[in-house]
């Protein structure tokens, strides 16, 4: 089992969005795919998929059993948490041993790959998970604002001081076609996510659009790349770029 690693500088660039249809491409293209999502503070994979009131676990002779969606195997630490506006107010020990639990105790059975949407930035939860799961490879999502590529430096760094190769950045959110003209409207500026990919030395796999359908799968809780969405087609491309 190959284990990939979905990293942001910061939050809100559509790390989870990424990693839910990273796992759903996968699948579609015939690999057996697990999803676990490691975000404790803020898990976005039940909603992505809607799964938000799956709670509690069905354990099997002590293994945590994942949901299965669409024949993609789904695990959040979400499920284990009491309710989703119960925040999470441990310690660092404490979540590290939470961590270790969800990496270690989930019956996937046998997988080809298993996408592992990991927290925002770089700090204790993130270096836990890395640790203990010792993943294969690290794809990095960034937006095209430069605070976005700052933090983004600083995601490709960790991964070289980790010792786990970044397979690609993604540039999210990266212009957006205009419904009246159909010309393309660079919102938050584009082409940086290529750059710095170019710069740090490190794959660069592609870009994905600002577009309404995303945001819409994302809230009727279903993978854009499982609807009849436009990006669903550029999202393929860059899966390829990943497996190369
Ligand atoms: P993160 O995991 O980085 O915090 P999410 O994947 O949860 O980010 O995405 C944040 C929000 O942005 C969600 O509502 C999601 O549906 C939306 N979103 C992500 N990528 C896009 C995109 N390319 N176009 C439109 N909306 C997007």
Redesign the pocket.
């Known amino acids: 089992m190959k284990k990939i690693v979905v990293m942001?500088g910061?939050?809100?660039?559509?790390?989870?969005?990424?990693?839910?249809n990273l796992a759903f491409t996968l699948s579609k293209k015939g690999y057996r795919t697990g999803l676990l999502d490691c975000?404790i503070h803020?898990p976005?994979i039940p909603k992505?998929l809607g799964l938000e009131d799956v709670r509690g676990v069905d354990s099997k002779e002590g293994k945590l059993k994942p949901v299965e969606v669409d024949g993609v195997k789904v695990f959040s630490m979400g499920f284990m948490l009491p309710s989703r506006d119960t925040p999470v107010v441990w310690r660092g020990p404490v979540k590290h041993k939470f961590i270790q639990e969800a990496l270690q105790n989930v019956d996937w059975g046998e997988l080809d790959y298993l996408v592992i949407?990991l927290p925002?930035g770089t700090g204790d939860e993130v270096i836990s998970i890395v640790q203990v799961a010792k993943p294969e490879g690290a794809v990095i999502?960034t937006t095209p604002q430069s605070v976005a590529l700052e933090d983004v430096r600083k995601a490709v760094n960790f991964s070289i001081h980790v010792g786990v190769p970044v397979i690609g950045v993604i540039e999210?959110?990266s212009g957006?076609l205009c419904p009246h003209c159909g010309k393309p409207i660079e919102v938050f500026g584009a082409g940086g996510g290529k750059k710095l990919a170019e710069e740090m030395a490190v794959p660069f796999a592609g870009s994905?659009?600002?577009?309404?359908t995303?945001?819409r799968?994302?809230?009727d809780g279903k993978p854009f790349v499982r609807t009849d969405s436009p990006?669903a087609e550029i999202f393929e491309k860059i899966v390829d770029e990943l497996l190369e």
């Open positions: 942001s910061k939050g809100g660039v559509g790390k989870s969005t990424v990693a839910a975000d803020g976005s992505l949407d925002p999502v999210n959110m957006m994905i659009p600002l577009d309404t995303i945001f799968s994302g809230e990006s």
